[in-house]
Every structure is written in structure tokens, then in C-alpha cells.
């Protein structure tokens, strides 16, 4: 009889050992679609900032105009509002296939006897996170509406 319960333990790990890396392949596929920092980082170096790294001493005065600016972003750091909608929209359904495969675990583990329970917590930890992030997203872009 242990060989029975062995092999049944053994097949529920390889059962759910796909289902172990469904969110694990959602995050890379995210982080794939987010563009890169490099065009962030591109002319975001201003004249003074040049200067001092060139030798030349810049005054106190010449810092301190630099954040007395106006506090509109930068052109190169503003996201349109369609890129906004379409990063909202692949973190919802992130979060919905997130949240299918938690009930999913959840009724394998209780129904069926599956020894999936790691494999449950951590989806719903992550499904926790992204509704938590895509709240957060959504409210900072477009509170004001």
C-alpha cells in the first residue's frame, strides 16, 4: 500500500508542477511588455550637470534654479493615456487568470485531494499584489478623472 500512496503523491507533484509556473510565465511576459529604462535615462542630463562633470564648477544658485522649475514632466517621461489603458488592461487580466487559477488550486486541493496548497498560497499572494499594484496604477493615473 505505501507504493499506491507514493506513486499517487508523486503524480498529484508532477500534476501540478505546469500549474506551479503559470505565474512565474506571467511575470516575465509583464516584464517583457514594460518598456526599457534607457529611453528614460536618455537627455535627462542637463547643461549644468554636463558642466561639473566636464571640470567647470556650477554655483549654488544654478542648482537650486534647476528644481525651482515648473513641476511638469518631462516629455520624456509622460505616458499617453492609450499606453496607460494598455498597461492597466494586461495587469487585469494578469489578475484574472491570477485569480481563475487560485479558485482552481483551491477547488483541486478541497475536491479532488490534491497536495497543491504551496502552489495555492503563492498564487494568491501574487493575485493579493497585483490587485493591490493595478488599484494603485489606476488611482495615481486617473483619479481626477
Known amino acids: 500500500m505505501s507504493g499506491v500512496g507514493a ?3 508523486e503524480q498529484s507533484m508532477i500534476d501540478c508542477s505546469p500549474v506551479r509556473m503559470i505565474p512565474l510565465l506571467l511575470l516575465l511576459c509583464l516584464l ?3 518598456p526599457g529604462q534607457r529611453a528614460l535615462a536618455e537627455n535627462s542630463v542637463s547643461p549644468e550637470v ?3 562633470a566636464g571640470g567647470a564648477q556650477v554655483s549654488a544658485e544654478a542648482v537650486m534654479q534647476q528644481f525651482a522649475g515648473d513641476d511638469e514632466e518631462a516629455p520624456e517621461r509622460r505616458i499617453e493615456t492609450k499606453r496607460k489603458h494598455q498597461i492597466l488592461f494586461i495587469m487585469g487580466i494578469s489578475l484574472l487568470i491570477l485569480l481563475f487559477l487560485t479558485g482552481s488550486l483551491g477547488i483541486a486541493m478541497v475536491v479532488f485531494d490534491k ?4 502552489a495555492h498560497l503563492i498564487s494568491a499572494g501574487l493575485s493579493l499584489t497585483l490587485a493591490a ?4 496604477t489606476s488611482i495615481a493615473w486617473f483619479w481626477p478623472y
Open 50 to 52: 554636463t558642466a561639473v
Open 32 to 34: 517583457c511588455l514594460l
Open 7 to 9: 506513486t499517487r503523491r
Open 133 to 136: 499594484v493595478h488599484a494603485a
Open 115 to 118: 497536495d497543491v496548497f504551496v
